[in-house]
C-alpha cells in the first residue's frame, strides 16, 4: 500500500504497516536533523536522541517558569516539534484502525517509551482487511491448547512461568549489567510485561478482560517477589515502585487484551512478543548509552525556633547525638542523621554530618555567622540500607541520588525568634524524574525535619 500524503489531513483513513514504518522512521530523521541544527548551530547546546525518550521532564513541564534563555529554547522546540506531534498522532489513529485496535491507545502516543514500544508493535501487527484467515489453529497454538486445555488457572499459570523470568532478565539488563535506572527499566519493562503476560494468556483461545488484568497483576507481583528472592533488590525500594510498575503493567494488559481478543491478530501474538522482547533490550542499551544530565533538585524545610539566632547557629554548625529514631520511616533501612562535628571555624573548615550509614563531608563555602552556612558536599554515604533476606547493595545505592550543596539560612523575627531554614541541593538519575522526585524529595524533608527539629529542642532547652 503507497503512502498517501492526504491522509495527514484526515482522522477517517487507515494506513498498512510497511508505509507506517518507513513514514515514521523518515519523519524522525528529519526531526533530529532540524532538532539538532537549532539546538547546536542556534542556541550552542547538545542534543541527543534520548532528549525524546526523557520527554516530559521538569523543564518541559515548567517551561513559562523558567530564565529567558531556557524560556526560549524550550518554546523553540516545542514550536519545532507541533507537526511532528500531529503527524505522529494522525498516523498512530490510521494504524489502529488499519489493524482493528482502539482508537484510544492513541494516547499511549505521549508516553515515552512506551510510544515506542507501540510504534514498533503496529509495525508488525497486520491490516484487518489483508488478513488471510487460516483453516485452522498453528501448531504452537495446538500446543498451548494441549497443555491449558479450557482452563483460566493452567493459561494463567503457564503465562507467568514464561514472563516472570523475562520480566527479572531485563532488570538484571537494565539495572546491573548497563546500571541505567531510566525510563526503559521503570516504565517499559512492566507495560512489556503486562502486555506479553495477556498475549500468552489469551494465546489460543480469547479471555475475559478481568482475567487479563489479574494475570498481569499477579505477573507483576511474582517478579518483584523473585527479585526480593535472588537478592537482585530491597522490599523498600520494590515497594516505591510498585506504583508506577503496576499501573503501566495494567496498561500493557489492556494492549493485550485488544489484541488476543481479535481473532485475525491471533497468527501474530509470537511475533508481537518478540519484538517487545527485542526492542526493548536495545532501548536499554541506548538509554545507558545516553543518558542525560540530571536536573538539580532544591528541597527546603522551615521551622521556626525560640531563641535568638546566636544561640540557634551554634546547633547549626554542629549538634550533639540525636537519640536513635522511633519513628516507622527511618525504622525502613533510611539513612538517618546521628551527629554533626566541625574541624575549623569559616569559611574552609570541614564539617561531618554523620548518618547512620556513614559521614557527609561538607568543606564550607559561606560562614556569615549568624544568618548563612552554605556548604558544598564531596563525600557521602549510601542513602539506606535495604531491606532483604541477604546483605545486598544494588547499584543504584551508589551515585543515584547525589547530595550536591546544601545551607542553613537563620532569620530574626521581630519577637526575637529564629526563622531556621535548611536547604538541600541534589540530582537523582532515576528516571522518570517527576515520578522519584516525589519519593527522595518527601525523604530529603524528613531527614531535614529530624535535624531541624533536633537543633530547636537544643536551642529552647538552652
Same mark, same amino acid.
Given at each position: 500500500?503507497?503512502?498517501?500524503?492526504? @491522509?495527514?489531513?484526515?482522522?477517517?483513513?487507515?494506513?498498512?504497516?510497511?508505509?507506517?514504518?518507513?513514514?515514521?522512521? /523518515?519523519?524522525?530523521?528529519?526531526?533530529?536533523?532540524?532538532?539538532?541544527?537549532?539546538?547546536?548551530?542556534?542556541?550552542?547546546?547538545?542534543?541527543?536522541?534520548?532528549?525524546?525518550?526523557?520527554?516530559?521532564?521538569?523543564?518541559? $513541564?515548567?517551561?513559562? &517558569?523558567?530564565?529567558?534563555?531556557?524560556?526560549? =529554547?524550550?518554546?523553540?522546540? @516545542?514550536?519545532?516539534?507541533?507537526?511532528?506531534?500531529?503527524?505522529?498522532?494522525?498516523?498512530?489513529?490510521?494504524?489502529?484502525?488499519?489493524?482493528?485496535?482502539?482508537?484510544?491507545?492513541? /494516547?499511549? *502516543?505521549?508516553?515515552?517509551?512506551?510510544?515506542?514500544?507501540? *510504534?514498533?508493535? @503496529?509495525?508488525?501487527?497486520?491490516?484487518?482487511?489483508?488478513?488471510?484467515?487460516?483453516?485452522?489453529?498453528?501448531?504452537?497454538?495446538?500446543?498451548? !491448547?494441549?497443555?491449558?486445555?479450557?482452563?483460566?488457572?493452567?493459561?494463567?499459570?503457564?503465562?507467568?512461568?514464561?514472563?516472570?523470568?523475562?520480566?527479572?532478565?531485563?532488570?538484571?539488563?537494565?539495572?546491573?549489567?548497563?546500571?541505567?535506572?531510566?525510563?526503559?527499566?521503570?516504565?517499559?519493562?512492566? =507495560?512489556?510485561?503486562?502486555?506479553?503476560?495477556?498475549?500468552?494468556?489469551? *494465546?489460543?483461545?480469547? %479471555?475475559?478482560?478481568?482475567?487479563?488484568?489479574?494475570?498481569?497483576?499477579?505477573?507483576?507481583?511474582?517478579?518483584?517477589?523473585?527479585?526480593?528472592?535472588?537478592?537482585?533488590?530491597?522490599?523498600?525500594?520494590?515497594?516505591?515502585?510498585?506504583?508506577?510498575?503496576?499501573?503501566?503493567?495494567? $496498561?500493557?494488559?489492556?494492549?493485550?487484551?485488544?489484541?488476543?481478543?481479535?481473532?485475525?491478530?491471533?497468527?501474530?501474538?509470537?511475533?508481537?512478543?518478540?519484538?517487545?522482547?527485542?526492542?526493548?533490550?536495545?532501548?536499554?542499551?541506548?538509554?545507558?548509552?545516553?543518558?542525560?544530565?540530571?536536573?538539580?533538585?532544591?528541597?527546603?524545610?522551615?521551622?521556626?525556633?525560640?531563641?535568638?539566632?546566636?544561640?540557634?547557629?551554634?546547633?547549626?554548625?554542629? =549538634?550533639?547525638?540525636?537519640?536513635?529514631?522511633?519513628?516507622?520511616?527511618?525504622?525502613?533501612?533510611?539513612?538517618?542523621?546521628?551527629?554533626?562535628?566541625?574541624?575549623?571555624?569559616?569559611?574552609?573548615?570541614? !564539617?561531618?554530618?554523620?548518618?547512620?550509614?556513614?559521614?557527609?563531608?561538607?568543606?564550607?563555602?559561606?560562614?556569615?555567622?549568624?544568618?548563612?552556612?552554605?556548604?558544598?558536599?564531596?563525600?557521602?554515604?549510601?542513602?539506606?540500607?535495604?531491606?532483604?533476606?541477604?546483605?545486598?547493595?544494588?547499584?543504584?545505592?551508589?551515585?543515584?541520588?547525589?547530595?550536591? &550543596?546544601?545551607?542553613?539560612?537563620?532569620?530574626?523575627?521581630?519577637?526575637?525568634?529564629?526563622?531556621?531554614?535548611?536547604?538541600?541541593?541534589?540530582?537523582?538519575?532515576?528516571?522518570?524524574?517527576?515520578?522519584?522526585?516525589?519519593?527522595?524529595?518527601?525523604?530529603?524533608?524528613?531527614?531535614?525535619?529530624?535535624?531541624?527539629?533536633?537543633? %530547636?529542642?537544643?536551642?529552647?532547652? %538552652?
Amino acid at each position: 500500500m503507497r503512502f498517501d500524503p492526504s @491522509l495527514l489531513w484526515t482522522w477517517h483513513r487507515a494506513i498498512d504497516r510497511v508505509p507506517y514504518l518507513v513514514t515514521g522512521v /523518515v519523519l524522525f530523521a528529519i526531526k533530529y536533523a532540524i532538532d539538532g541544527i537549532v539546538a547546536n548551530w542556534v542556541f550552542h547546546r547538545d542534543w541527543s536522541p534520548m532528549n525524546y525518550l526523557v520527554w516530559p521532564n521538569d523543564r518541559t $513541564v515548567t517551561v513559562f &517558569r523558567l530564565g529567558d534563555p531556557e524560556r526560549e =529554547f524550550a518554546l523553540t522546540m @516545542l514550536r519545532i516539534s507541533l507537526p511532528f506531534i500531529w503527524t505522529g498522532v494522525i498516523l498512530t489513529l490510521h494504524r489502529l484502525r488499519a489493524a482493528g485496535l482502539p482508537l484510544s491507545l492513541v /494516547v499511549l *502516543f505521549f508516553v515515552p517509551v512506551v510510544n515506542l514500544l507501540l *510504534f514498533a508493535v @503496529l509495525s508488525v501487527l497486520p491490516t484487518r482487511e489483508l488478513t488471510v484467515v487460516r483453516a485452522g489453529p498453528a501448531p504452537l497454538e495446538r500446543a498451548h !491448547r494441549r497443555l491449558t486445555g479450557d482452563s483460566y488457572w493452567r493459561s494463567g499459570l503457564l503465562s507467568i512461568l514464561i514472563t516472570v523470568p523475562l520480566c527479572v532478565l531485563g532488570i538484571v539488563l537494565g539495572a546491573n549489567l548497563l546500571e541505567s535506572y531510566g525510563f526503559s527499566l521503570f516504565v517499559g519493562l512492566p =507495560f512489556a510485561l503486562g502486555m506479553i503476560s495477556v498475549i500468552l494468556f489469551g *494465546f489460543s483461545r480469547p %479471555k475475559p478482560l478481568g482475567w487479563c488484568l489479574l494475570v498481569a497483576a499477579c505477573a507483576t507481583f511474582f517478579s518483584g517477589l523473585v527479585v526480593v528472592l535472588v537478592a537482585l533488590e530491597g522490599i523498600i525500594c520494590l515497594i516505591m515502585a510498585a506504583p508506577i510498575a503496576m499501573g503501566l503493567a495494567l $496498561v500493557g494488559a489492556l494492549i493485550g487484551y485488544a489484541i488476543q481478543a481479535r481473532p485475525w491478530l491471533n497468527s501474530w501474538m509470537v511475533q508481537v512478543s518478540l519484538t517487545m522482547i527485542l526492542t526493548l533490550p536495545a532501548l536499554m542499551a541506548a538509554e545507558s548509552a545516553n543518558e542525560p544530565q540530571p536536573e538539580l533538585r532544591e528541597v527546603c524545610t522551615v521551622v521556626e525556633v525560640d531563641a535568638p539566632p546566636e544561640v540557634v547557629w551554634q546547633y547549626v554548625i554542629e =549538634f550533639p547525638p540525636l537519640p536513635e529514631p522511633d519513628d516507622w520511616f527511618f525504622q525502613t533501612g533510611v539513612a538517618y542523621p546521628q551527629r554533626a562535628e566541625i574541624n575549623g571555624r569559616g569559611a574552609g573548615a570541614m !564539617r561531618y554530618c554523620v548518618f547512620s550509614t556513614g559521614a557527609f563531608v561538607e568543606p564550607i563555602e559561606v560562614w556569615d555567622a549568624p544568618h548563612l552556612l552554605r556548604f558544598d558536599v564531596t563525600e557521602q554515604p549510601a542513602p539506606m540500607r535495604e531491606w532483604s533476606p541477604y546483605a545486598i547493595h544494588p547499584p543504584h545505592l551508589d551515585h543515584y541520588l547525589n547530595s550536591r &550543596r546544601g545551607q542553613f539560612k537563620l532569620e530574626r523575627l521581630p519577637d526575637g525568634r529564629t526563622r531556621l531554614e535548611g536547604t538541600t541541593w541534589y540530582t537523582n538519575r532515576m528516571w522518570p524524574q517527576r515520578y522519584w522526585g516525589l519519593w527522595s524529595d518527601y525523604i530529603i524533608h524528613r531527614i531535614h525535619g529530624r535535624v531541624l527539629e533536633h537543633v %530547636k529542642q537544643l536551642s529552647e532547652t %538552652k
